[in-house]
Structures are given as C-alpha cells and as structure tokens.
T-cell receptor, first 114, second 112 residues
Framework: DGGITQSPKYLFRKEGQNVTLSCEQN?????MYWYRQDPGQGLRLIYY???????QKGDIAEGYSVSREKKESFPLTVTSAQKNPTAFYLC?????????????FGPGTRLTVL | GQQVMQIPQYQHVQEGEDFTTYCNSS?????IQWYKQRPGGHPVFLIQ?????EVKKQKRLTFQFGEAKKNSSLHITATQTTDVGTYFC????????????FGQGTRLTINP
C-alpha cells in the first residue's frame, strides 16, 4: 500500500523542548516538503528537498530543521527557537521537484506545545 | 513577494446550489493546481491547469485558468454534502521554481 505516513497523529510537548516529526514515503518520489497549517489558514512552506542529501529553506524556516539522509524519509525538528510551534504539520512528496508535478500529502501531525 | 489570493474565505450554501471560488495571483503563473481538504483531513490534489484560457471538467466541478494566467476559478454545480471541505489553489512562487505558494483557501459548508 503506497503512500506517505506521518507519526504521530497528535503530539504534545512542553515549551522549550525540541520535537521531531516523522515523514516516510514509499512512492519512490524524489521531492519532499514540509508545510505548516494554522487554523483557517493556507499552507506555508517550511522546508523542501528535491533530492537526497539536499534541502532548501521555505518561507518560514526559522526555528525548524530537517535532514534528508534517505530518499524515503524527511524528518522535521521543531526547535525551542520556534516562537509559536502549535500547528498542524503536513508532509508532502512529488515525483520530482519540477513545478508541474502534483503533491501527495500525508495525514499530518497536530503539534500542541503546552 | 508573490502572492496568491483566494476569495471568498468562507461560503455556506444550501445543498443543490452552485459554488464558486476564485484565485488571483500578483504575477503570471506557469501553472495552477487545485487541492481539496476535507474537515480533519489532508489536502488532496484535484487538477492542474497549464494553458492560457484552459477549462477542465470533473463531473460537477469546472476549473478555469484565465487568459492572462493570473487568475483561476473552481465552480461546483449543484453541490452535494460530499463537497464539504476547504478548496485551495496553488501556484509556483516564481517562474520555473519548484516551490508552490498556496492561497488561503475557501471553506465550503453545506446545509443539507
């Protein structure tokens, strides 16, 4: 069963703690993306990766970090430097980073920082 | 920076009524994509438009790309309760870039 998995679905953390969100895909896609969605808002790009061992900052990268050591995995770390980390985080992938490719989204992780 | 604006932000209709959401870009887009997000779910790709003036249909959904490739619309004929959700348009930030910028979305609710 191909697709994108994100875990966990809900995550609670105390303020000041780093937390890592998992994203795995078995679609053999080269490109992967992390978005943040706030209530009633659109999707804002945090980081994206067009190929293994390479990634670029999106529009709101401050306070976040990523790695892309394997093609199928693109974990996102929300650091204590992120001022307002409570949000819905969506991971996506596409066949390649070309603009004409559709993006496939995972189910998302809802992070709440207490 | 380049922006993609979407209106209206919310739309409530009676089941059976039509629905339209509009997407406008500050710059010319090479292509535009539309996604649907059901309540509590994740965005799912609906369609992509590439050509100037392009019109595509999916059953009761009609998608249009403007002649100047700066605006797009999604029209749903005779809405059904299964159409409930938020509809997003998305376009590349700059010509030839791999990054998409999403509109704020239009949340559609339906009174059965």
């Amino acid at each position: 069963d191909g697709g994108i998995t994100q875990s966990p679905k809900y995550l609670f953390r105390k303020e000041g703690q780093n937390v890592t969100l998992s994203c795995e895909q078995n679609l053999n896609h080269d490109a992967m993306y992390w978005y943040r969605q706030d209530p009633g808002q659109g999707l804002r790009l945090i980081y994206y990766s067009q190929i293994v061992n390479d990634f670029q900052k999106g529009d709101i990268a401050e306070g976040y970090s990523v790695s892309r050591e394997k093609k199928e995995s693109f974990p996102l770390t929300v650091t204590s430097a992120q001022k307002n980390p409570t949000a819905f985080y969506l991971c996506a992938s596409s066949i390649s980073g070309r603009i004409y490719n559709e993006q496939f989204f995972g189910p998302g992780t809802r992070l709440t920082v207490l | 920076g380049q922006q993609v604006m979407q209106i209206p932000q919310y739309q409530h209709v009676q089941e059976g009524e039509d629905f339209t959401t509009y997407c406008n870009s500050s710059t010319t887009l090479s292509n535009i994509q539309w996604y649907k997000q059901r309540p509590g779910g994740h965005p799912v790709f609906l369609i992509q438009l590439v050509k100037s003036g392009e019109v595509k249909k999916q059953k009761r959904l009609t998608f249009q790309f403007g002649e100047a490739k700066k605006n797009s619309s999604l029209h749903i004929t005779a809405t059904q309760t299964t159409d409930v959700g938020t509809y997003f348009c998305a376009g590349p930030i700059i010509q030839g870039a791999q990054k998409l910028v999403f509109g704020q979305g239009t949340r559609l609710t339906i009174n059965p």
